[in-house]
């Protein structure tokens, strides 16, 4: 059973940032690329920021270009998301999402989902 499991979701203060971790464990796609989405009330799961299997492809939603990184370490299955200079527009469920298709922004691109962690930025 393939299982992703986010962390570091919290309150924060506008300006502030967040550190979210997504480890993988049990049986999931060899070779994964892995995203992050991430979905706040009334809104439909938006693509965050997504990184290839080996790094070398990474994509950003317009929204997180600048303040947002991703990265992975391959050796733990884990796969991160800084976040700095957050605001209360980020408010949000974060989801950690793995795949073997090619790293892409849709949630189609992805077979696997974590339970997601609240991000929530007040002003």
């Known amino acids: 059973q393939a299982q992703l499991v986010e962390s570091g979701g919290g309150l924060v203060q506008a300006g502030g940032s967040l550190r979210l971790s997504c480890a993988a464990s049990?049986?999931?796609?060899?070779?994964?690329?892995m995203g992050w989405f991430r979905q706040a009330p009334g809104n439909e799961r938006e693509f965050v920021a997504a990184?290839?299997?080996?790094?070398?492809?990474?994509y950003y939603a317009d929204s997180a270009k600048g303040r947002f990184t991703i990265s992975r370490d391959n050796a733990k299955t884990t796969v991160y998301l800084q976040m700095n200079g957050l605001q209360p527009e980020d408010s949000a469920v974060y989801y950690c999402a793995a795949g073997s298709r090619g790293v892409g922004m849709t949630r189609y691109d992805y077979d696997y989902w974590g339970q997601g962690t609240q991000v929530t930025v007040s002003s």
């Open positions: 990184i290839s299997w080996y790094g070398g492809r990474i």
């Open positions: 049990g049986r999931t796609c060899s070779e994964c690329d």
